[in-house]
C-alpha cells in the first residue's frame, strides 16, 4: 500500500529532474497555478462523492496524486510532512 504513495513521490521526483514531453505530471510540475486549481478541484470533487456517496475511493485517489505532486511542484517533502505528523503522535 505505502508502496504505490512511494511511487507517486518517486514519479513526481524522476519527472522534476528528468522532464518528459507530454507528461501531465510534468505539466503539474512546471504550471503552478494548474496544480494548485487541480488540488482544490479534486477535494470539492471528494467532498462532493463523501456527501452523495459516490466514486469516493476514484476521487480520494485524485486527491492523493494531486496534492503529491502540489507538494513536489513547491519544493515540500513529503518526509518532512511525515516528521511533523510524528511530532503530533499523542
Known amino acids: 500500500m505505502l508502496n504505490t504513495l512511494e511511487n507517486i513521490i518517486k514519479l513526481a521526483r524522476d519527472r ?4 518528459v ?3 501531465y505530471t510534468n505539466k503539474l510540475l512546471t504550471d503552478k497555478s494548474l496544480s494548485k486549481a487541480k488540488v ?11 456527501e452523495e456517496n459516490t466514486n469516493k475511493i476514484h ?3 485524485d486527491v492523493f ?26
Open 16 to 19: 522534476k529532474s528528468f522532464p
Open 21 to 23: 514531453e507530454g507528461s
Open 40 to 50: 482544490l478541484e479534486e477535494i470539492d470533487e471528494l467532498i462532493e462523492a463523501v
Open 59 to 61: 476521487e480520494a485517489a
Open 65 to 90: 496524486y494531486h496534492l503529491l505532486v502540489y507538494l513536489e511542484a513547491n519544493d515540500v517533502k513529503v518526509e518532512d510532512v511525515m516528521q511533523e505528523l510524528e511530532k503530533r503522535e499523542k
